[in-house]
């Protein structure tokens, strides 16, 4: 199984963006349209919050957004806010599944 | 509104079994795949396994092979994941989570904690 590759961890201050990188290989990101990101704030389960590359769940912040390029996915926040620290993970389609191994965002 | 609810967790002992359960409401469970996802203390989330939605497939991380099984009663809405020969290193909060295809982890239950110690 391959693995994707997120950087350990990223911050911000409130009312800025942050972009979090989620690479792959031509097998899995490069090739499907199937990327998802989920959050994880402390002691909670995940959450999805994109799908299939940029599509939002119904109840998700249009400040969450996400894109493709090549074998790299991104997931962008927009307007920075408290309650967006948490950890962030992306998966993607490929038999049998796999994850990043997750971002911590830190708001400053 | 989709709601999974994992139980069974607890404390066992190396070498020791656990079956774990997960009630699902809120959607059709027979129509979806359905998956484990575990996550160690402090570590990142690892897929475990998943089953087709009438039962006749089940894939499996290569860690689990041969010890770990997943089943499902789609009559009673529910998840089953069996652990035997457990490890130190199967000590995780175990996840069940809806699929919505193509690894599209849309729902997840509030998770069960393990611990596997002597």
């Known amino acids: 199984q391959s693995a994707l590759t997120q950087p350990a961890s990223v911050s911000g201050s409130p009312g800025q963006s942050i972009t979090i990188s989620c690479t792959g290989t031509s097998s899995d990101i490069g090739t499907y349209k199937y990327v998802s990101w989920y959050q994880q704030h402390p002691g909670k389960a995940p959450k999805l919050i994109i799908y299939?590359?940029?599509n939002r769940p119904s109840g998700i912040s249009n400040r969450f957004s996400g894109s493709k390029s090549g074998s790299t996915a991104s997931l962008t926040i927009s307007g920075l806010q408290a309650e967006d620290e948490a950890d962030y993970y992306c998966?993607?389609?490929?038999?049998?599944?796999?994850f990043g191994g997750g971002t911590k965002l830190t708001v400053l | 509104e989709v709601q999974l609810v994992e139980s069974g967790g607890g404390l066992v002992q190396p070498g020791g079994s656990l079956r774990l359960s997960c009630a699902a409401s809120g959607f059709t469970f027979s129509n979806y795949w359905m998956t484990w996802i575990r996550q160690a203390p402090g570590k990142g989330l690892e897929w475990l396994t998943q089953i087709k939605e009438d039962g006749s497939q089940k894939y499996y991380v290569d860690s689990v092979k041969g010890r770990f099984t997943i089943s499902r009663d789609n009559a009673k809405s529910s998840l089953f994941l069996q652990l035997n020969s457990l490890t130190v290193e199967d000590t995780a909060v175990y996840y069940c989570v809806k699929d919505d295809g193509y690894y599209t982890f849309s729902h997840w239950g509030q998770g069960t904690l393990v611990t596997v110690s002597s």
């Open positions: 299939e590359v940029s």
């Open positions: 998966s993607s389609y490929i038999s049998g599944g796999v």
